[in-house]
């Protein structure tokens, strides 16, 4: 799995488990609709820690939460 496959099947799972929508994420991150849109349909090549951090203060978790997942497993993840 490449890693902007990993950081949108995260993300996506994230919103899920807090039942919000990109609208929502929006709304309590401040990331603009359009960025959440892209890194939810692996539109980026990379993401920017920046933006991964405002995703996860809307999501009251930390980086680490976003990234303990099997998503991240660096034997799966390719570049």
């Known amino acids: 799995m490449l890693l902007k496959e990993a950081i949108s099947c995260r993300l996506h799972d994230l919103m899920t ?6 609208y929502g994420l929006y709304l309590r991150s401040g990331v603009p ?9 692996g539109r980026y090549d990379s ?5 991964l951090y405002e995703i ?6 930390g980086l680490s939460d ?4 099997d998503y991240f497993d660096e034997e799966k993840l390719e570049p």
């Open 33 to 41: 609709k359009a960025t959440i849109s892209n890194v939810l349909h």
């Open 17 to 22: 488990d807090n039942q919000i929508t990109g």
């Open 47 to 51: 993401v920017k820690i920046r933006v």
């Open 66 to 69: 976003f990234f303990k997942s």
């Open 56 to 61: 996860c203060q809307g999501l009251s978790i």
